[in-house]
């Protein structure tokens, strides 16, 4: 199940991410247990919400973007 859909937006999984992120950048291990996604997924939607715009990186850790707190 991708994070982002075709249109754009980001899907409900996608909007479990951005919310985790809402309180400042984390790891993806600490999207993980907010979410109570498997690491796997979390990894995989990362790559998906960098690639939409937002998520940003930095360091290994991950923060939410404008467009990502947008999407929210």
């Known amino acids: 199940m991708p994070c982002v859909s075709p249109d754009g937006k980001p899907t409900e999984s996608g909007v479990k ?10 790891s993806p291990e600490d999207i993980s247990s907010a979410t109570g996604m498997a690491l ?14 937002f998520v940003a990186e930095s360091d290994g850790a991950y923060a ?9």
């Open 17 to 26: 991410m951005l919310g985790a992120l809402q309180a400042g950048s984390k």
């Open 64 to 72: 939410l973007t404008e467009q990502g707190k947008a999407a929210l």
């Open 40 to 53: 796997f997924r979390v990894r995989s939607g990362i790559r998906d919400m960098v690639a939409a715009g």
